[in-house]
T-cell receptor
Framework: EAGVTQFPSHSVIEKGQTVTLRCDPISGHDNLYWYRRVMGKEIKFLLHFVKESKQDESGMPNNRFLAERTGGTYSTLKVQPAELEDSGVYFC???????????FGPGTRLLVL | KNQVEQSPQSLIILEGKNCTLQCNYTVSPFSNLRWYKQDTGRGPVSLTIMTFSENTKSNGRYTATLDADTKQSSLHITASQLSDSASYICVVSLTYNDYKLSFGAGTTVTVRA
């Protein structure tokens, strides 16, 4: 069974540019989560999808961040325009409705210069 | 202030030795506590999940304990191996089926031959 995959693995952009991160959850997992870890800090929740619906987006830092999950399969997280403080590792995780365990992807390392 | 505090921040042990990591949390109400292992460049992988009614749970050489009264948990690694070198993250979930997790900053364990 394929795990959670994320693309790209690394991204280096300049301040003011736009970046789109993609997450492909484990097949059949209705729950999809985005998390972020900025340097020196703990991993923090961004938002939670159940299928294509946003269940909880209370962790999204501001309106420069837009997450979508059209069709309830893969998800994208767009940052526009990117700021220096957006640098960090963005993790995606998924879980089935019957399981509590969240399976994490390898993360996308974003560096905003 | 983070609701999940871990100690020590890092530690170095010799291969074959045991070690214990600590986690204190203030999250309330509390549903379950998880320990994750994160290898460098990878996403976190679940080791154990304990509900508030469980005192201990093992996964191979990893044993987690929980004291819900004092809000403390520990992760004990027995007979450490080089592959145990990783970051170990304590994660608390508020309520059952509430997937909004609170993460500790992690303890970085380095096992040396």
């Amino acid at each position: 069974e394929a795990g959670v995959t994320q693309f790209p693995s690394h991204s280096v952009i300049e301040k003011g540019q736009t970046v789109t991160l993609r997450c492909d959850p484990i097949s059949g997992h209705d729950n999809l989560y985005w998390y972020r870890r900025v340097m020196g800090k703990e991993i923090k929740f961004l938002l939670h999808f159940v299928k294509e619906s946003k269940q909880d987006e209370s962790g999204m830092p501001n309106n420069r961040f837009l997450a979508e999950r059209t069709g309830g399969t893969y998800s994208t997280l767009k940052v526009q325009p990117a700021e220096l403080e957006d640098s960090g590792v963005y993790f995606c995780a998924s879980s089935s409705p019957q399981q509590e365990t969240q399976y994490f992807g390898p993360g996308t390392r974003l560096l905003v210069l | 202030k983070n609701q999940v505090e871990q100690s020590p921040q890092s530690l170095i042990i010799l291969e074959g030795k045991n070690c214990t990591l600590q986690c204190n949390y203030t999250v309330s109400p509390f549903s379950n506590l998880r320990w994750y292992k994160q290898d460098t460049g990878r996403g976190p992988v679940s080791l154990t999940i304990m509900t508030f009614s469980e005192n201990t749970k093992s996964n191979g050489r990893y044993t987690a304990t929980l004291d819900a009264d004092t809000k403390q948990s520990s992760l004990h690694i027995t007979a450490s191996q080089l592959s145990d070198s990783a970051s170990y993250i304590c994660v608390v979930s508020l309520t059952y089926n509430d997937y909004k997790l609170s993460f500790g900053a992690g303890t970085t364990v380095t096992v040396r031959a």
